[in-house]
């Protein structure tokens, strides 16, 4: 999750009530936790193509990105999520990431908490 999250950081999650696109959520994938964020939600277009995510036929925002260098990342062509799934994505997808684009769609049930706010370090309190 660099650049918003590094090894060591400490953080506020909160138990899931409504999962949202943008959000950084926990979640198990075969026995492991892991935090990525919310690029779609069930019904959601994710198309990605030449290192841009389009949601809906609409790019995504991707400051959190800035300052990372450019890389291509995998192509897709108007992937559709299921019901009762999400699109996750690593901040760090430029330049390597195990998410939806490997892992393929998760299941909503297979998150446990979304990350409210970073506490440690003191300096990124947010």
């Known amino acids: 999750m ?3 999250l590094k090894n ?7 138990k899931i009530q409504k999962i949202q696109r943008n959000q950084i959520v926990i979640f198990n994938f075969q026995n492991s936790l892991m ?10 277009h994710i198309l990605i193509k030449e290192g841009q995510v389009y949601l809906n036929q609409s790019t995504i925002s ?3 990105l800035e300052g990372l260098p450019e890389s291509n990342y995998t192509d897709f062509h108007n992937l559709t999520i ?3 799934n999400l699109y996750v994505l690593g901040d760090n997808r430029r330049q390597s990431s195990k998410d939806s684009r490997e892992l393929g769609s998760i299941k909503h049930e297979s998150v446990s908490e979304i990350v409210l706010i970073r506490i440690w370090p003191l300096k990124f309190f947010r």
């Open 2 to 4: 660099l650049p918003t």
């Open 8 to 14: 060591g950081d400490y953080v506020i999650t909160k």
């Open 35 to 44: 935090i990525k964020r919310v690029v779609g939600i069930a019904g959601d």
């Open 62 to 64: 991707n400051d959190y």
């Open 82 to 84: 299921p019901d009762h």
